[in-house]
């Protein structure tokens, strides 16, 4: 978090263009507390425009406040001047803001992860341990996806209905179908997809009907069998109500790509999928698949291809382990429920993010979002981190049997959302 941060309580931090706010800036403790034989003043400057002027503040009751109307949407800031011993001495301030047109005032940044293990698959812990964790680190909402299981997520829904919370736990599961090598994730959907294909008759004659209906000539008899069975895949995590993932294509794997580039061309060709996995799984030795992805998709979008993406951990582990909230999406949307989530992901307002601890993130998706992302993530996900961490502490003694940490759990409920409500 930010020094200004601890040091000031400073809202709104999101303006609706056109409207005349007030901001006020409250000093928190009396080591910033704005002092009587010292001159203040305020400058407001925009990001987009060089506009750099002088602006007015009142001081009342120890509080600033300045009356601001930015014209256009971008970040703009207030420099705050603290001279004193006849301006000999001066210290400046910044406080950063964003201003949004209407249409997009009413969405919050919410943070997710669409793809993860527990030890009922690969991973190292214990589902209720994990989710957890996730809201211990600023998480909104997740889906456990275990390989070629369904029910360790639905372990973790029943789990959490013992606890009075926001935090949102979706059912998900990485479908593997018979002598398909590709991945696909089923996120949210209201049954197992891994369930169907064990009645393998039925699977097969179902995905011999989907190459029979579909023109893959241009693909080989292997190909043309891995496309029809994940299309498949598709169609049922839709009927399900899911959002269907298309994974980690560039993950190198026994010396080729996960998927052969034919292949990946016919996915982005059909578009019979939801969203991109854009980034995510991958550990810093094989950044190369993720750069892979996020190229291969902006060629896509050159040719007019614009396909939502969203940004993964594909974590294995949650306690001193590589990849958990490396990778993951912040989804601009009204609120965290699925249909909000899954109409913001569609309507490509989801930004993949990379932040991995000690390096500089890098965020993927439309510019209008990113730049928005950017901001969200250095102004307003620390202090919303801050909420969710004790949250998640006392879910993580609740699992562990201390039945009290429930009534801390509920008294840690809306504090995300009051937070949204002041910032907004
Ligand atoms: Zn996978
Ligand atoms: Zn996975």
């Known amino acids: 978090m930010k020094k200004q941060d601890h040091f000031y309580d400073i809202y709104p931090k999101v303006l609706k263009v056109g409207a005349t706010t007030t901001i006020t800036i409250r000093p928190l403790y009396d080591h910033v507390a704005f002092k009587e034989d010292h001159e203040y003043s305020f400058t407001y400057a925009e990001r987009d425009t060089y506009k750099k002027n002088p602006i007015e503040a009142k001081f009342e009751n120890g509080i600033a406040t300045i009356q601001v109307t930015p014209q256009t949407e971008q970040e703009f800031t207030l420099l705050l001047i603290d001279s004193w011993n006849n301006k000999e001495r ?35 812990e214990s589902p209720v341990y994990v989710a957890a964790n996730y809201r211990k680190e600023g998480f909104d909402f997740f889906a456990l996806t275990d390989h070629r299981r369904y029910e360790p997520s639905v372990e973790v829904v029943e789990a959490f209905k013992q606890l009075d919370t926001n935090f949102k736990v979706f059912p998900g599961e990485e479908v593997h179908p018979p002598r398909n090598i590709v991945h696909q994730v089923n996120f949210g959907g209201a049954f197992s997809v891994n369930k169907l294909h064990e009645n393998t008759e039925q699977y097969e004659k179902e995905v011999q009907e989907i190459i029979e209906e579909l023109d893959l000539s241009h693909l080989d008899e292997h190909d043309k069998y891995c496309y029809a069975s994940s299309r498949w ?59 892979l992805q996020v190229a291969r998709w902006n060629e896509e979008r050159a040719k007019g291809n614009d396909i939502p993406v969203v940004g993964v951990s594909d974590s294995h582990g949650t306690q001193n382990a590589a990849l958990f909230n490396w990778y993951y999406t912040l989804v601009f949307a009204p609120t965290t429920d699925f249909a909000d989530l899954k109409d913001a992901i569609l309507n490509k307002r989801s930004v993949a993010v990379h932040n991995i601890a000690n390096e500089s993130p890098q965020l993927h998706g439309q510019f209008r979002f990113v730049k928005y992302a950017y901001f969200c993530l250095r102004e307003i996900l620390p202090l919303h981190h801050a909420e969710c961490q004790e949250e998640g502490r006392q879910m993580l003694k609740f699992f562990a049997g201390d039945k009290n940490a429930a009534n801390f759990v509920a008294l840690c409920k809306n504090r995300v959302e009051d937070l949204y409500k002041k910032l907004w």
């Open 90 to 124: 001066s210290t400046k301030t910044e406080f950063c803001f964003y201003a949004v047109e209407e249409d997009i005032f009413d969405l919050r940044p919410w943070k997710g992860d669409f793809h993860l293990h527990s030890c009922r698959s690969d991973g190292q």
């Open 233 to 291: 895949c598709f169609d049922k995590i839709r009927e399900g109500g899911g959002i269907s993932l298309f994974c980690h294509p560039y993950w190198i794997w026994d010396d080729h790509f996960n998927v052969s580039e034919k292949l990946i061309q016919t996915f982005f060709d059909r578009r019979e999928f939801d969203a991109f996995e854009l980034i995510g799984g991958f550990y810093v030795t094989q950044a190369e698949a993720n750069s």
